[in-house]
């Protein structure tokens, strides 16, 4: 089991900037670097969209088109941390992001979500 926390949501102001944290935890055979952590988002009436990706081992990122250029992701492997680090910031961008983790080493686990945290992009 992995558990996983966001902290970091909160109200901001259009143009602003953001930076969101994901821990995640597990027992004696959790290795943070053999995941694919994600953050999605979901807003009021839509479905939940991958934002940004990263391969914890490599480094490796990928990001949703509407983000590109504005987010970050990148991740403490000796923390167990993912982040997220969002600039200028638009009124779309408001929702509740979730962090998501997947196993892709030695095999292909199963998908973990957190509880999520509401990020409001208001003047």
């Known amino acids: 089991q992995v558990q996983l926390v966001e902290f970091g949501g909160t109200l901001v102001q259009p143009g602003d900037s953001l930076k969101l944290s994901c821990v995640a935890s597990?027992?004696?055979?959790?290795?943070?670097?053999?995941?694919?952590m994600s953050w999605y988002r979901q807003a009021p009436g839509k479905e939940r969209e991958l934002v940004a990706s990263?391969?914890?081992?490599?480094?490796?990122?990928k990001y949703g088109d509407s983000v590109k250029g504005r987010f970050t992701i990148s991740s403490e492997n000796n923390k167990n941390t993912m982040y997220l680090e969002m600039n200028n910031l638009k009124p779309e961008d408001a929702a509740v992001y979730y962090c998501?983790?997947?196993?892709?080493?030695?095999?292909?686990?199963?998908?973990?979500w957190g509880q999520g945290t509401q990020v409001t992009v208001s003047s």
């Open positions: 990263i391969r914890t081992g490599d480094g490796k990122t």
């Open positions: 998501n983790a997947k196993q892709y080493f030695p095999n292909i686990g199963r998908d973990y």
């Open positions: 597990g027992g004696m055979t959790f290795i943070f670097s053999r995941y694919d």
